[in-house]
């Protein structure tokens, strides 16, 4: 692990400004600082994309979470809302910045059921002992992380070294759920223990083991020839998010009711199934394998 | 009953641009329209509100199911995209119209959990038959009608002498849930069905007393002195739409985690609990009583 101490942990919400979880917790947090205060380190919290939000919108003109890339960041020529916003961003909190972050902790929801998950940008090592720290405090907490993330990485928490993306559902967009606000919040507390007891070296943890779910590729919806869907995610499939699909097992339903089956050979553990978000990007759903690591 | 028969019934998608499930089964009845003819009458369907829905969005400049008052609908300097468009709906489907409508049935979803409910414009005495068909057909669909109705209606059901709004539920904005998506396309088939019949005059009611909830008045999220919410839904009250609710049990959570209790006396059976499109409105749900009517 480095041996870097953490002074400033970032947290973000309404990077998305129809994910109104992230939003309202920083707004809790802005009104009482103390909850996030640790002794070794400062807290500060930033509401992403206010403009995204005020219009009820993920975004004003395009995704701010895939702004972050280097040579985006790097590019004078976009000039979109959430472009600049990237920058000032990267400017204020990135590496180097004003007031650099160390670590980034970026707030989301989700219409997929996928409880309480943590994104990770890279398995280094302090991000394996906080996630397993996480898991050793609520077995329900899920590590994710995308082994075909982009070789430069478009997400916020690409800013700082240490970060992780924080994903609850299912939720619709627009609204708040209590009980997924209140899990929120417990888990960011969470997180900041662990870079509480990470700056005073004395991290214990309970697991030896780190299991975590690794996406390996997407799959659309089925297309008619216009490129229109012409099938649902199966009633079977719906909010199974982190269940196995097994070859045969269906994953789709036509709007004219026939099912597609999942003809893949291996056993996969599909997420962000039927995302809101997700259905202009071409996903109907993220595929992935459960992996293991030893922690030592 | 009126004697007069029923030829034409129109049905809508997409009057909100970011509830999916009537855009597509509108999708679905224009490539496959044999699905919605009865030999008796035409059925026709019309996509609302395409701006909307290319947008993401519930509407583009104000919201189309309030714009149907005569008194906008008459008035030539409203000129949001909206207001022209219902201008358009009710010159070509409303009483008098080019194709004049005398059926009308307005396909919404929600985010709360309403499973499958018919919302009455009126409760005059076709509206009730129909309603009792329904009901005897699927026990678990619920029949709404508000006593707080406009005089001069702004919904777009008002355009003709009869008709209805379909409003479905739990399903996020901007998804399509395959189980409500075939229990709304079972629905429209009822709904068809029962219009058959009545034009060959031969219904037949099993049920002769009619129960349906009865909006009485609406509840808006505590707020604070800046005029922004300072609690969510309780969890125990999320999604349990048409349940009961006592006096002193909990209605609210606030952000710091106390509970808001319902104060009224008399028991009530909230519903449009926690709709994202709501907030905006200053709802959190609406009130309503169970109220009962005898059809013979």
Do not use: W
Not at 211 to 222: A, L
Not at 230 to 236: K, L, S
Not at 246 to 271: C, H, K, R, W
Request: hydrophobic fraction near 35%.
């Amino acid at each position: 692990m480095s041996s870097n101490k953490i002074n400033r942990v970032a947290i973000f919400g309404g990077t998305h400004g129809n994910e109104l979880t992230g939003i309202y917790l920083i707004k809790k947090f802005e009104s009482l600082p103390h909850l996030i205060q640790r002794p070794s380190f400062e807290t500060v919290t930033f509401f992403a994309n206010p403009k995204a939000y005020a219009i009820g919108k993920r975004y004003y003109e395009t995704d701010l979470n895939r702004c972050f890339t280097r040579q985006d960041l790097e590019n004078p020529n976009l000039s979109t809302y959430e472009a600049q916003r990237a920058k000032e961003i990267s400017r204020i909190y990135g590496t180097g910045g004003e007031k650099q972050a160390d670590f980034v902790i970026d707030l989301h929801s989700t219409t997929s059921n996928m409880g309480l998950t943590v994104i990770l940008p890279n398995l280094n090592r302090f991000h394996l002992e906080l996630s397993a720290y996480l898991v050793s405090i609520n077995p329900e907490i899920k590590i994710l992380y995308s082994i075909t993330q982009y070789e430069d990485n478009p997400h916020l928490d690409s800013i700082s070294e240490f970060g992780c993306t924080v994903e609850v559902g299912a939720v619709a967009q627009g609204i708040l759920d209590a009980n997924l606000f209140q899990q929120t919040e417990a888990l960011i507390y969470a997180i900041l223990d662990f870079v509480e007891t990470y700056n005073q070296g004395i991290v214990n943890l309970a697991n030896n083991i780190l299991k975590f779910y690794e996406v390996t590729n997407t799959i659309d919806y089925p297309r008619n020839e216009s490129g229109e869907i012409r099938a649902m995610i199966h009633p079977g499939l719906q909010f199974q998010d982190y269940q196995p699909l097994n070859a045969g097992e269906p994953m789709f339903l036509t709007f004219l009711g026939e099912d597609i089956v999942y003809q893949g050979e291996s056993t996969i553990y599909p997420v962000f199934i039927n995302e809101a978000a997700y259905y202009e990007k071409g996903t109907a759903m993220c595929v992935t394998q459960i992996s293991e690591i030893k922690l030592r």
